[in-house]
């Protein structure tokens, strides 16, 4: 893989070149999805790697344009009636007056007595 910015159109029209590569993972892919990306390569002469570095290339353009101004939603603020009673602790009860996290680390402590 040469070029980091391949697009699909860079595919079509073969204008590419250039250096850096990284591994990234070693991800699985389902067969369908390796059928189509073998048959995309093989309609534009490029190897899968290209066609593969191009639709990511291509969606996360998307993913960007989609996410421009986007903001994750606030925390939900639990009352404080409704608080786990461990110090410094803000989430919500759900046992015993604690949390799951310190209900559970709780009951760990005692079987373990
Ligand atoms: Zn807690």
Redesign the pocket.
């Known amino acids: 893989m040469r070029n980091p910015n391949l697009r699909l159109d860079d595919l079509v029209v073969r204008g590419r070149r250039g250096r850096e590569e990284t591994r990234l993972m070693n991800v699985k892919v389902p067969s369908n999805v390796l059928t189509r990306i073998d048959k995309v390569a093989a309609s534009l002469g490029a190897t899968k790697t290209e066609v593969v570095i191009a639709i990511l290339n291509e969606g996360l353009v998307t993913a960007e344009d989609e996410l421009r101004g986007w903001r994750p939603p606030p925390k939900p603020v639990i009352p404080k009636e409704r608080r ?1 009673s ?1 110090k410094n ?1 803000d ?1 919500e009860k759900v046992a015993k007056g ?2 799951a ?2 209900y559970q680390a709780q009951r760990r402590a005692h079987q373990m007595a």
């Open positions: 786990c461990v602790c989430r604690l949390c996290t310190h």
